[in-house]
């Protein structure tokens, strides 16, 4: 006796159609991904970090000792990316935008590096003694991190890491007399400056 | 009477809801219907251009262009049947004494977006319950 085949063998296509789905879905994201820039940086975030800043200036100026100086520096960069990441998550949430697509991913990719950098040359210059260099560098390397990150964010963003760049060249060649002012023309006055624009244009 | 309370006192039941129908729909089934596939935006090409107007303004050619890695022709030819559709609206201007265009998503072009992610998304539901 031949063995008994089913005239139609059972159909497949539900698996298919799901696979076609969840590739068309997966496209539709790449697709809006690779359109968007990285939008999720907060305006009003920048703006407080500005004047965070701002403070911390006139806190640092008032000291003589340079571990007291550099101490205030760093509580404020602790503090400021804590309200600017919080910042950047809310608006994210809001806008209900992924805070880690692409443009997102690049972003962080291209500002980390020089920030890692200025960490260990803050700690190499301040154990050199040399730390009137440190203000200069630091305003170099953050808008050098901003220009680069920047690249994958609205234009206003390199904008405003070219001016920090520049403050940063100055910086450099000026006197110890300056730095408290710069630090706080640069740390504070450009991000309250540029946070209002990208507020006012991005929405938060 | 008694008659009039055995039907008051029957149990309502509801249409049990129909899993599969988005299945039926891409099998083309119930082809037109207010939720059948809109074949239009399932095209590859025009996908990815109504995709990327969905999250810019206005995009312009060379943009879409560049961003789908697609050429002049095949892109052209997708984007004008997305404008006769209503899908999609194509400005022409010229800047300094290049010409461009520029294209923009228009509200039926997002319902569309919308209704083709409503049903990509029920299609998925509906082969994982089978």
């Known amino acids: 006796m031949t063995p008994v085949h089913p005239l139609r063998e059972p159909r497949a296509e539900p698996a298919g159609l799901h696979a076609r789905a969840m590739d068309n879905l997966r496209y539709i994201r790449q697709t809006m991904e690779s359109a968007t820039s990285f939008t999720a940086v907060s305006g009003w975030g920048v703006v407080i970090v500005g004047c965070t800043a701002l403070a911390a200036g006139l806190w640092a100026r008032m000291q003589n000792e340079p571990a007291r100086w550099l101490a205030i520096w760093l509580g404020e960069a602790v503090v400021s990316f804590t309200i600017a990441g919080g910042a950047t998550v809310r608006k994210a949430r809001a806008s209900r935008l992924p805070l880690f697509s692409m443009p997102g991913k690049r972003f962080a990719l291209s500002f980390s590096p020089p920030m890692v950098v200025g960490a260990l040359l803050t700690m190499a210059l301040f154990r050199a003694g040399l730390w009137t260099a440190i203000p200069g560098m630091w305003l170099l390397l953050y808008g050098t991190g901003i220009v680069t990150g920047g690249a994958f964010s609205v234009p206003v963003v390199p904008v405003m890491g070219l001016c920090f760049m520049a403050e940063g060249a100055v910086a450099l060649f000026l006197g110890p007399v300056w730095r408290d002012l710069l630090m706080a023309v640069g740390f504070g006055g450009l991000h309250i400056v540029f946070g209002f624009v990208i507020a006012r244009r991005y929405g938060g | ?130």
Do not use: W
């Open chain 2, 1 to 130: 009477m008694a008659k009039t309370n055995a039907l008051r006192q029957a149990p309502v039941r509801k249409p049990a809801p129909d899993r599969t129908a988005p299945l039926r729909e891409v099998r083309g089934g119930a082809a037109g219907g207010p939720q059948s596939l809109d074949r239009l935006v399932h095209e590859r090409m025009r996908l990815g251009i109504v995709s990327a107007l969905a999250v810019n303004e206005t995009l312009t050619f060379n943009d879409l262009k560049r961003l789908l890695q697609t050429t002049d022709g095949n892109l052209s030819v997708h984007a004008r049947k997305l404008e006769e559709a209503g899908y999609i609206a194509c400005s022409k201007f010229f800047e300094g004494r290049l010409p461009k265009t520029e294209y923009k998503l228009t509200a039926e072009g997002r319902q569309a977006l919308e209704r083709y992610l409503d049903h990509m998304e029920a299609l998925i539901r509906a082969t994982r319950e089978r």
